[in-house]
């Protein structure tokens, strides 16, 4: 079992930054692929940014390409979300997501099996 907190949340104008965290606890061993996924009211939750632990680049939506940077340390535990030049398109629940397996396509929901409770970004015109 593996346990998922995220933090780093907040509110902020349109252009500025936030890094987010997912604290990772339990048998974290057992995570290979890790993502972060967003889910605004009334829309489906996407794939922002995932990696695939010590195997390969990471992956990104378009959406945030050249905006966000998934990054993680492994001695913490912890996977990171950088996000630069925010838009009010990226208000959103933030959530982390950890998979038992090394996912195809990790920017799709399905196939992850720990999720966090999520941290709210909210960003302003």
């Known amino acids: 079992q593996v346990q998922l907190v995220e ?5 902020v104008q349109a252009g500025g930054s936030l890094r987010l965290s997912c604290a990772a606890s339990g048998y974290t061993y057992s995570s290979y692929s890790m993502g972060w996924f ?6 489906e939750r996407e794939g922002v940014a995932a990696i695939n632990i010590g195997a390969g680049s990471p992956f990104y939506a378009d959406s945030v390409k050249g905006r ?5 340390d492994n001695a913490k535990n912890t996977l990171y979300l950088q996000m630069n030049s925010l838009k009010p398109e990226d208000t959103a629940m933030y959530y982390c997501a950890s998979a038992r397996t090394w ?16 941290t709210q970004v909210t960003v302003s015109s």
Not at 7 to 11: C, I, L, N, R, V
Not at 38 to 43: D, E, F, N, S, Y
Request: glycine share 22%; net charge positive; charged share 10%.
């Open 7 to 11: 933090s780093g949340g907040g509110s």
């Open 38 to 43: 967003r889910q605004a009211p009334g829309k």
């Open 68 to 72: 966000f940077t998934i990054s993680q």
């Open 103 to 118: 996912l195809s396509s990790p920017l799709f929901r399905y196939g992850y099996n720990y999720w966090g409770q999520g």
